[in-house]
T-cell receptor
Framework: EAGVAQSPRYKIIEKRQSVAFWCNPI?????LYWYQQILGQGPKLLIQ????????DSQLPKDRFSAERLKGVDSTLKIQPAKLEDSAVYLC??????????????FGPGTRLTVL | QKEVEQNSGPLSVPEGAIASLNCTYS??????FFWYRQYSGKSPELIMS????GDKEDGRFTAQLNKASQYVSLLIRDSQPSDSATYLC????????????FGQGTELSVKP
């Protein structure tokens, strides 16, 4: 079974530029998560989708970050404009069912973003 | 106070020893608890999940949960150099869907 796919794996941009990340979850997984992991910290949830609806985006900086999950499968996360503090690894994860407290989340390889 | 706290380490143990990793959490209503392993430059990989008080064993790994004291621990028996990684404790509060709150992670180094 293929795992969670993400692209690109690495991205370097100048501040104030825009960037987009793509995620393809495990086939059949209903719930998709985007996490931000800053160096030396644990992942922090940015947004959770169940199918193509948003469940939780309370920690998404909506003035610059946006995300969508079309047709309940692939998802894109966009940052516009980027700031220096956005330098981090962006992890996509998916889980099989409705995102309940026993759901196991499987992580993709991540996209390492460097903002100069 | 952080919601999920871990000692950042590094924790250094000799090969073959027991490594003990600890995690405390602040929300008494938290429902489920997870340990992820993260090698440098890689993504988190689930090792154990635990939902009720007591011990849960899987191979060389044992997770321990004490909800009254609000702590969860991970024991690694017969530690191997390949166990050297950062171990992340994650907590699901139970009232926010699948949202996980992660600690900062404990770096474990197993010396041959």
């Amino acid at each position: 079974e293929a795992g969670v796919a993400q692209s690109p794996r690495y991205k370097i941009i100048e501040k104030r530029q825009s960037v987009a990340f793509w995620c393809n979850p495990i086939s059949g997984h209903a719930t998709l998560y985007w996490y931000q992991q800053i160096l030396g910290q644990g992942p922090k949830l940015l947004i959770q989708f169940q199918n193509n609806g948003v469940v939780d985006d309370s920690q998404l900086p909506k003035d610059r970050f946006s995300a969508e999950r079309l047709k309940g499968v692939d998802s894109t996360l966009k940052i516009q404009p980027a700031k220096l503090e956005d330098s981090a690894v962006y992890l996509c994860a998916s889980s099989l069912s409705s995102g309940g407290y026993t759901d196991t989340q499987y992580f993709g390889p991540g996209t390492r973003l460097t903002v100069l | 106070q952080k919601e999920v706290e871990q000692n950042s380490g590094p924790l250094s143990v000799p090969e073959g020893a027991i490594a003990s990793l600890n995690c405390t959490y602040s929300d008494r209503g938290s429902q489920s608890f997870f340990w992820y392993r993260q090698y440098s430059g890689k993504s988190p990989e689930l090792i154990m999940s635990i939902y009720s008080n007591g011990d849960k064993e899987d191979g060389r790994f044992t997770a321990q949960l004490n909800k009254a004291s609000q702590y969860v621990s991970l024991l690694i028996r017969d530690s191997q150099p390949s166990d050297s990684a950062t171990y992340l404790c994650a907590v699901n509060r139970g009232n926010q869907g699948g949202k996980l709150i992660f600690g900062q992670g404990t770096e474990l180094s197993v010396k041959p």
